[in-house]
């Protein structure tokens, strides 16, 4: 019913292309999240969904029917927008009632019941008949929902509804948001350039960057297995340490590190010159360096310096230097569990394991090996 | 050091302190130019109540005292004014509302809905407010009572209607005008409003089916509410006190359907002089009608001033 296709869309404003030769399918009840940075043309591929662009070229299906060249109301779909769009003159019984009144096979008392339903069902019945101004962030949130969930729409489009709360309201919202999807079943588009939400609410996410599809799958696929690096550095949070260097006969040669690859990761690097190495800042384990520097430094481990330690109480966000380096610019960060209290200054052992390590193609940034996963198992149930 | 070191003294240099050159200065020179500015307004206003002998005698800024004191001015000044108020009432509230009216749509028109030559269409509204107003009296003239008299056609109207007289016909064409003229400045006005307003309103409606008439209808109109406040004060003042185009479609001061304007400069002069009395009262009374208008506004003005800029 309310499965998407989007296929080979492009929309250019003039001479800028905002999204490029983009193809999507989305299926019916799917949560999907398009994610990446501010003016990757993630909104826009939203707008061009809801019919309020249209695009320049190729063709968006929904429920299987071309959808180019109808208007909004007749594509069987619902909006939130990023400042909820609440009209400031209405009460919110008013706001929430002008999304029906157009809609045909209502009479005005089934218009009115249908309103006190969906209040009811977003605990929003004392607020009827107060004007938006009147509610908090969250209460208008709500409404703006409220106005979207009542038409009963095959689709939800949803542009960064969440960017204007604060930080707990908008975990609270998450979830709610989430919940109320599984409720209605209704096939989601939802917007945003935070990757949190990305990872937590989506069944599905696709990242774009510069108007292009980047990578399309679910959370932890992209997670542990990035398609380029671009991907690898927007989804996690610390970001993915990356280290530019040369693949030297089977060895990493940076500025400051070798690392000998092992042989999976040989087998995919093949011959492949300028590589990044990339590592999880949770894939890096530290060690105190002895004082008296009797430690013997393996394969994959190296010697560095703290520089700066961030706190956050569950964990501790290390910021790492080389000691060789005068400039003392940041070469990795890692992150420890709460209790591990490392001060700054102190020299430390940073190993690494070769099992955790990314290597992506400097000039295309295409991921050349991704991270080992012991099997299908281990992400699922650890 | 000196005045500290007990707290019983008084510490009088901080006080000194306060009183620098500067801001005496300054006080001085707001003081001088709220004189300067209330000095005529004052002036007039005392004059309209003074008899003849007491504008001659005492010295303009001074109140009328016991024997000087008259409301002949105020009765003769309204007597003379009253036919030519409704003239203007009737000519320059429904103007004010047409063109303040279809400014906001011509607005929405240009900034909220989307259709080619937008530009082009903004770039004539913009001539029209830049073209000088004595460049068209003379073909607007000939329009009016030449090629489409339509004070002529609308007549037989007039004197059907209550209340009204066969010359109120006149006023019309002067409306239909003032409607024309007004339009460009007050679609500038709601345009900069409309900018500042979220296009998710309009959008938001869209998708919920609505047509661009009832989203005008149903959201940007009274959206912009205090908007109307601003303009209509604005445009209120203009067309009343304008005197070019009524001087020419109103052909002078002794025709009944004469507006305010045209009467006012005849009003207490005559061959033997001018009644400064009754001029003066002539005066105030003609400028009541815009400072109603802008006390009954206030509210809205300030918040349209707020919010629009």
Not at chain 1, 170 to 178: G, H, P, S
Not at chain 2, 82 to 88: E, I, L, Q, T, V
């Amino acid at each position: 019913m309310g499965r998407i296709e989007i296929s080979n869309l492009t929309k250019r404003f003039g001479d800028t292309t905002a999204v490029e030769d983009l193809s999507l399918d989305i299926p019916d009840s799917e949560f999907l999240v398009l994610v990446g940075p501010s003016g990757c043309g993630k909104s826009t591929t939203l707008r061009c969904i809801a019919g309020l662009e249209t695009a320049t070229e190729g063709s968006i299906y929904i429920g299987g029917e071309h959808m180019n060249y109808r208007v909004p109301q007749n594509r069987d779909i619902a909006m939130v927008f990023q400042d909820y769009a609440l009209y400031p003159h209405m009460t919110v019984r008013e706001n929430v009632r002008f999304g029906l009144e157009e809609e045909p096979g209502y009479t005005s008392e089934e218009r009115d019941a249908r309103v006190e339903e969906i209040a009811e069902l977003l605990s929003i019945s004392d607020l009827l008949d107060r004007r938006p101004g009147e509610l908090s962030g969250g209460q208008q949130q709500r409404v703006a929902l409220g106005r979207a969930i009542v038409r009963d729409p095959e689709v939800f489009l949803m542009d960064e509804p969440l960017s204007n709360l604060d930080a707990k309201l908008r975990a609270e919202m998450r979830t709610e948001l989430q919940q109320l999807q599984h409720r209605f079943d209704v096939t989601t588009v939802y917007v945003t350039h935070n990757q949190t939400e990305a990872m937590t609410m989506s069944d599905r996410i696709a990242v774009m960057n510069d108007g292009t599809l980047q990578q399309v799958g679910e959370p932890l696929e992209l997670y542990h297995a990035p398609a380029n690096r671009f991907v690898a550095g927007f989804i996690g949070e610390p970001a993915m340490n990356f280290v530019e260097g040369t693949n030297e006969n089977g060895t990493f040669v940076g500025t400051y590190i070798e690392y000998p690859f092992d042989e999976p990761i040989r087998e995919n690097v093949g011959g492949v010159e300028d590589v990044v190495l990339g590592v999880r800042p949770e894939d890096i384990n530290l060690r105190r360096f002895p004082e008296d520097g009797s430690d013997t430094l393996a394969d994959h481990e190296f010697e560095m310096t703290v520089s700066v330690v961030e706190p956050h109480g569950d964990q501790n966000v290390i910021h790492l230097r080389h000691p060789n380096d005068a400039a003392g610019d940041e070469l990795l960060h890692a992150v420890t569990s709460g209790t591990t209290v490392v001060d700054a200054g102190t020299d430390v052992v940073v190993s690494i394991d070769p099992g955790a390590v990314h290597v992506f193609e400097t000039a295309t940034g295409d991921a050349l090996h991704n991270r080992r996963l012991e099997t299908e198992l281990e992400v699922r149930n650890v | 050091m000196a005045g500290s070191s007990s707290d019983q003294t008084f510490d009088v240099a901080s006080l000194v302190e306060d009183f620098d050159l500067n801001r005496i200065g300054q006080y001085v020179l707001v003081i001088l130019f709220i004189g300067f500015f209330l000095a005529p307004l004052e002036t007039g206003i005392m004059t309209a109540f003074k008899t003849n002998r007491a504008v001659a005698e005492t010295i303009p800024l001074m109140p009328p005292l016991a024997e000087g004191f008259t409301l002949d001015n105020m009765t003769f000044a309204l007597n003379a004014l009253s036919g030519a108020f409704f003239n203007s009432l009737f000519m320059a509230i429904p103007a004010t509302i047409g063109s303040v009216l279809f400014g906001s749509m011509a607005a929405y028109g240009l900034t909220m809905v989307d259709w080619r030559g937008q530009m082009g269409m903004l770039v004539l509204f913009l001539i029209g407010i830049f073209l000088p107003y004595q460049a068209v009296l003379v073909p607007l003239a000939r329009f009016w009572n030449n090629i489409f008299p339509l004070a002529s056609m609308i007549k037989p109207l007039f004197v059907a209607a209550p209340i009204l007289q066969d010359y109120h016909a006149n006023l019309v064409p002067l409306m239909i005008t003032h409607i024309a003229y007004g339009i460009p400045i007050c679609t500038i006005l709601f345009r900069s409003y409309y900018q500042g307003l979220p296009s998710s309103y309009v959008e938001a409606a869209k998708i919920d089916g609505a047509s661009i008439t009832k989203i005008y209808r149903r959201i940007i109109l009274p959206i912009s509410k205090p908007m109307f406040g601003v303009v209509f004060i604005y445009q209120f003042t203009q067309i009343y006190n304008e005197f070019l185009f009524a001087f020419t479609l109103i052909t002078g001061s002794d025709t009944p359907e004469a507006v305010v304007t045209l009467i006012l400069p005849a009003v207490g002069a005559s061959t033997s002089g001018i009644d400064f009395g009754i001029r003066m009262s002539a005066a105030f009374l003609a400028a009541l009608p815009t400072l109603i208008i802008y006390v009954a506004f206030a509210e809205q003005f300030a918040e349209g001033l707020k919010s629009g800029g």
